[in-house]
């Protein structure tokens, strides 16, 4: 349940060993929102799964170089911190790099890997049932699936999380906003030159 990354790297993964795969997806298709900000992706998790599903040298080419840099500034645009993009950004070799790529270029390349009826778009996980000797799944808009195992791909605020804990997820206190600059280079040209591809903090 979930087209996001943990969600359709392990389906390209169990493809790859014959398994049958389906992912059900609330999003209506690929491009029905945006996906977020980016990933920085570990050696020793993420690019090892993506290594493991053939999908490295892809990645290598999508990826944001010099994403994994910071500018750091205070809340009157003060650079504070200023890590330069270099020759040390980049290098797949260092246990270290945590390259950074786009939520969206990730989800692409991870669906373009997958068999082209892997994804059933539109379908927003409602329920579960046991049926037989695995489980029926209901959907939103009314449609059921069975299913002999169901992997919880739907994030933090899981639906599928019920059925495995009961265990809830706390309040933290914290509230996260997110926003978009259409054209950044054209309408926010400052602050696009000062970003230069990397991560920005703004302190204050």
């Avoid at 979930?2 to 493809?15: D, I, N, V, Y």
């Avoid at 950074?100 to 270029?105: K, L, M, N, Q, T």
């Avoid at 809830?168 to 926003?179: A, M």
């Avoid at 926010?188 to 030159?193: H, I, N």
């Amino acid at each position: 349940i979930g087209a996001g990354p943990a969600g359709l790297t392990l389906a390209r993964l169990l493809q790859q060993k014959g398994v049958a795969v389906k992912v059900y997806e609330r999003d209506i298709d690929p491009q029905a929102r945006q996906q977020g900000s980016s990933l920085d992706i570990h050696q020793d998790t993420g690019l090892k799964a993506i290594a493991a599903a053939g999908l490295l040298d892809e990645f290598k080419l999508k990826y944001r170089r010099g994403g994994d840099r910071m500018v750091i500034v205070d809340n009157k645009m003060t650079v504070l911190v200023d890590e330069p993009v270099d020759d040390q950004s980049g290098d797949f070799d260092d246990p270290e790099f945590k390259p950074e790529i786009d939520r969206g270029v990730m989800r692409d390349m991870l669906v373009a890997s997958l068999e082209s009826d892997t994804i059933v778009w539109g379908a927003k996980f409602t329920e579960m049932n046991p049926s037989g000797a695995g489980l029926e799944l209901q959907f939103q808009n009314g449609t059921t699936a069975y299913a002999d195992l169901v992997v919880a791909g739907d994030g933090g605020r899981s639906k599928v999380r019920e059925y495995v804990t009961d265990i809830r997820t706390v309040y933290s206190g914290k509230v996260g906003l997110e926003g978009y600059v259409n054209d950044a280079a054209v309408n926010a040209p400052r602050l696009w030159k000062l970003i230069n591809g990397r991560n920005l903090v703004a302190l204050g």
